[in-house]
């Protein structure tokens, strides 16, 4: 399977809706239960929730580091798909990153009246089990 890496100034850049794309049907190739249970609405939403909160915490990791040394932090966003469906990362991963997402999507998919579906149920128990098990990282 392909890794596909950006480094957080590219995730806020406009290679991030191909690179997203091209991550997302990569995985769906080996995973095609991730996601296909939803029908259009569900899935857009849930996808766009994802991408935007990628899209947020790259702007506060460089926000919070200036720039300097995070934009050469490459994400490797398979392994933001392998999280979501409860995998252990292949690759090397981001924890900093991976928690701050975290953080932006958990808020998005609290909102019940947008995500009471089974999916993003799932995600979110995944993206909660990912944050116990670095309980104590210093982000």
Do not use: W
């Amino acid at each position: 399977m392909a890794k596909f890496k950006l480094n957080l100034t590219e995730i806020i850049s406009k290679k991030m809706d191909e690179a997203f794309q091209d991550t997302l049907d990569c995985f769906r190739a080996h995973h095609p239960s991730f996601c296909s249970s939803l029908d259009d609405q569900n899935e857009n939403n849930l996808l766009e929730a994802i991408k935007s909160s990628l899209i947020q915490a790259a702007e506060v990791l460089l926000e919070e580091d200036c720039g300097a040394e995070s934009s050469d932090v490459d994400i490797e966003l398979l392994t933001i798909f392998e999280i979501l469906s409860g995998e252990k990362p292949s690759g090397i991963s981001c924890i900093k990153f991976n928690l701050k997402f975290i953080y932006f999507l958990v808020k998005k998919l609290e909102d019940r009246s947008t995500f009471e579906f089974p999916a993003a149920n799932s995600i979110l128990e995944n993206t909660i089990n990912y944050c116990e098990l670095h309980k104590g990282f210093n982000n």
